[in-house]
């Protein structure tokens, strides 16, 4: 099973990314998915998820500004988080999430950077 996150990078605030975790070697169409966060000195923050029916979920710190998709090919399943209007807060290295919920998730990717200047 890998989860490969990209798309990170440095942005100024107001600015948006795109964020992208290619899933590979199991069946990811059946489970849940969905993105972490965690800036330095904090606890891990649940941003979004997104159910195996297309049905998502967003923390109140991002409700509105982000965005959770997925597309389910044959053999492998990308998922994004599109964000918007980021804000210095939402510096964090992001993480990919599959087969769980809540605060227990069976899989993660190896994160990527998000760094917001302002």
């Known amino acids: 099973v890998q989860l490969v996150e990209s798309g990170g990078g440095l942005v100024q605030a107001g600015g948006s990314l795109r964020l992208s975790c290619a899933a590979s070697?199991?069946?990811?169409?059946?489970?849940?998915m969905g993105w972490y966060r965690q800036a330095p000195g904090k606890e891990r923050e649940l941003v979004a998820t997104i159910t195996s029916s297309g049905k998502t979920t967003y923390a109140d710190s991002v409700m509105g500004r982000f965005a959770i998709t997925k597309d389910n090919a044959k053999d492998t399943i990308t998922m994004y988080l599109q964000m918007n209007s980021l804000k210095p807060e939402d510096t964090a290295v992001y993480y990919c999430?599959?087969?769980?919920?809540?605060?227990?998730?069976?899989?993660w990717g190896q994160g990527t950077q998000v760094t917001v200047s302002s």
């Open positions: 999430v599959s087969h769980g919920w809540g605060k227990t998730w069976q899989y």
């Open positions: 070697g199991s069946d990811f169409s059946r489970n849940n």
